[in-house]
């Protein structure tokens, strides 16, 4: 491990020179993973902060390209960090910034970042509570192609069991942006978790969320949605679908998962009797079992389904593929309120 590889670089000269080779563009390998959901947004997002005075220094490994942060590499003055094929040298020279001042942003795979890395994260992010921001792209079935190594499944579960970090899946890039911005005087951990791709906007242009509490999008009488990240658009759309049966369902946004809107919870439990979590994660361990614990608290009748990937190992399928199996596109979650909502 060489120093050069813990220093702050100054991307339009050195690391484009020693790093990305240039960026000439080319048609993807249909096997490469797509760059990052989100990943322009995030990086004007950091660009902008950066230009306003924040020290803001961006750190991975090889999959620049992937990550999407080379559109915050290409920015003049733009600090960075390349931790060449391996994660945990990225965060640890983060970490190690931090310590100095700035405020780091670490991107690589979700499933590296949390499960590869993990004892790194518990040791560099939380000895300190150091102002770290772990951004764990392609997450969910994302990399389906990949494998069961590249699935992303467990995260959330991970990163809510490390003390004092903040937990969030953005529902699109306006989110993503407006978490951002909503925590960048945090001064704890946080990890973001992304997808690989966010097919339509969920919000709208200017939105500002307030992370820790829960976006309502819709009301409903006869059960309420609750979804997070990736899989709040495809639960809009099974909400228009149920209506179209004569089902009205309410749909909230769970951006942050920890710590985890207990009083949005509560709300939806005293409105309606069915409550569907929706994730495209294990359903063991991440919104649903968040939400499952919230409920445990009170003595309001509810029945309580928890939507995502079943208890076993992930065929290597196309991610839309996987999607359709499990039921995480709109159809399938509408299948699931249905069975929910009138049990």
Known sequence: MTTQRYAVRHCVNTYRDHHLGGFTAALPHPHEPREAAGSAALSDVLGALSEAGWPITVAFADLHDAVGLHHFAGRAGASCVHGGPFEQD????????????????????????????????????????????????HAGLTL???GRSHHALEDLAVMRGVPAMTVLAPADERALASLVRD???HPGPVYLRTGGDWPAPVYPPGVELVAGRAHV??????GTIIATGSMVGP???????????GIEAGVVDMHTIKPLDAAAVLRAAARTPAILTVEEHSVHGGLGRAVAGVLATTALPHRLTRHGVTDE???????????????LDADGIARAAVAAFRA
Request: hydrophobic content about 45%; glycine content about 6%.
């Open 183 to 185: 925590l960048q005087d």
């Open 313 to 327: 190992t992930v065929p290597k399928d196309p991610t839309l593929d996987l999607y359709r199996h499990y039921g």
């Open 90 to 137: 990225a965060l640890e020279a983060a970490a190690a910034l931090a310590r100095a001042g700035r405020l780091p942003y670490v991107a690589a795979f979700a499933a590296s970042l949390t499960l590869g890395v993990c004892e790194t994260d518990q040791a560099d992010a939380l000895a300190a509570d150091l102002p770290l921001r772990l951004i764990g792209h």
């Open 217 to 222: 999008h819709r009301e409903g009488r006869e």
């Open 235 to 245: 639960a809009l759309r099974a909400a228009d679908r149920l209506a179209a049966q």
């Open 144 to 146: 389906g192609y990949a």
